[in-house]
C-alpha cells in the first residue's frame, strides 16, 4: 500500500513538472512573437509586425475607433493610423502578465511604448494567443 501511495505521488509530480515546462515553453514562444512584432514595427515594417496576428477575416482588433475585423482590414487600419515613419517610430513593451487560459490559448497583457518624432505615445493591451497549426498568433488583440 505505501508502494502504491508512493508511485501516485510521483506520477501527480510529473504531471505537475511537465505542465510546468509546458507553459513554460509556451510563454517563451509567445515572448519569441511579440519581440519579432517589436523588431519588425520598429525598422518600419507594418507587414512583418502583422506576421503575429492570425491571417484569418475573424481576427478581431479592438481599439479606440471601434472594432475591425480581419487580418486585411487590421493592416489598413495600422497603415492609416502609422502613414510615415515618423509615426511608427520605436516600440517597447512591458509585459505585465502572461496567463494560459487553454492547452492552446494565453492572454497577455501589457504596455506599450511608442519614441517616435511625431510625439511619443504610450498605451495598453490586452491580446489573445492561440497555437494555430504549430504556431502562436494573435487572435484578438485590446490596445488603447
Not at 492609416?80 to 492552446?104: E, R, V
Amino acid at each position: 500500500m505505501k508502494n502504491y501511495i508512493l508511485i501516485i505521488c510521483a506520477v501527480m509530480l510529473s504531471q505537475v513538472s511537465s505542465a510546468q515546462t509546458s507553459q513554460t515553453a509556451d510563454k517563451k514562444a509567445i515572448l519569441s512573437v511579440l519581440k519579432m512584432q517589436r523588431l519588425a514595427w520598429s525598422d518600419n515594417n507594418i507587414e512583418g509586425f502583422m506576421e503575429g496576428y492570425w491571417k484569418n477575416d475573424s481576427l478581431k482588433f479592438y481599439g479606440s475607433n471601434g472594432i475591425t475585423y480581419g487580418w486585411e482590414n487590421t493592416l489598413e487600419r495600422y497603415k492609416q493610423a502609422y502613414p510615415t515613419a515618423d509615426h511608427i517610430g520605436t516600440l517597447s513593451f512591458k509585459i505585465n502578465d502572461i496567463t494560459k487560459i487553454t492547452d492552446d490559448a494565453y492572454y497577455v497583457m501589457g504596455e506599450y511604448h511608442l519614441k517616435r518624432n511625431v510625439g511619443n505615445a504610450t498605451g495598453i493591451f490586452m491580446i489573445i494567443l492561440k497555437k494555430i497549426e504549430g504556431e502562436w498568433k494573435i487572435i484578438a488583440d485590446t490596445s488603447s
